[in-house]
């Protein structure tokens, strides 16, 4: 286990600031079914993050506080947008240029359906996921160095496709269009609100469900699309 250097209360504390605090949750595996043990894992990863980013820069902010409010509070909105969504019982999820694991891995310690794979190109990134994936022992989440391109079939079709600044949307939705699972969705986390569903039929897909929230000091968004 990572010596961390902020406390579970500390974690806490910037759960309930962020608008959605850390609950008790039996779906859940043993481990993190507790607000406490949500708050250890969390507070596992920003540790390592904050160390390796010294020398990676693998975010912009430098401490987790800020880390926390502007970016992992991303991972705990979108954990509650994807409960409201009418997913397979178990997806296989996609999250596509995954960099540092965010979303992804802190949206881990607090949604753990299906199977979670993080896809990022990079070397170096791809070895901090897993370096805080095997601290964390977060269950049913893999790492896959490749190119979105190249992403091996056994991981295909996905039942969800998570993009937090991989591609714009409308080059994003006829690229992920073969990956999908007849019922899947795309989710995608931006700084700016969905677009009309207008826009976006002309590609196929059509905004299902949209949530606005504030992260750090901005409004962010996630939109869930569907194929028409």
Same mark, same amino acid.
């Given at each position: ?39 250890? @894992? ?18 912009? /902010? ?43 891995? /802190? ?16 070397? +170096? ?26 992403? /091996? ?11 937090? @600044? ?45 949530? +606005? ?16």
């Amino acid at each position: 286990m990572t010596e961390t250097a902020m406390s579970i209360e500390d974690i806490i504390e910037a759960a309930d600031q962020s608008g959605r605090p850390l609950v008790q949750d039996d779906c859940l595996d043993d481990d993190f079914r507790s607000t406490e043990g949500q708050a250890q @894992a969390l507070a596992e990863y920003l540790t390592l993050l904050e160390k390796w980013n010294k020398s990676m820069n693998l975010v912009g /902010p430098a401490g987790w506080e800020e880390v926390f409010s502007s970016l992992v509070a991303d991972s705990l909105h979108l954990a509650d947008f994807l409960n409201s969504l009418d997913l397979a019982e178990s997806p296989v999820t996609l999250d596509l240029g995954a960099g540092a694991g965010l979303p992804g891995i /802190p949206l881990r310690c607090v949604w753990q359906k299906g199977i979670y794979n993080l896809v990022e190109s990079r070397q +170096k990134r791809s070895i901090f996921m897993r370096t805080a994936l095997r601290a964390m022992k977060l269950p049913r989440t893999e790492v896959f160095q490749c190119r979105a391109e190249k992403i /091996p079939p056994k991981l295909l079709p996905a039942d969800l496709i998570l993009s937090k @600044a991989f591609m714009p949307w409308k080059d994003l939705l006829p690229f992920v269009d073969p990956m999908l699972s007849p019922t899947g969705r795309v989710v995608i986390l931006s700084n700016d609100p969905a677009p009309a569903s207008g826009e976006t039929e002309l590609l196929g897909f059509k905004v299902e469900k949209s949530l +606005k929230y504030r992260a750090g000091d901005k409004e962010h968004y996630s939109w869930s699309l569907v194929r028409v």
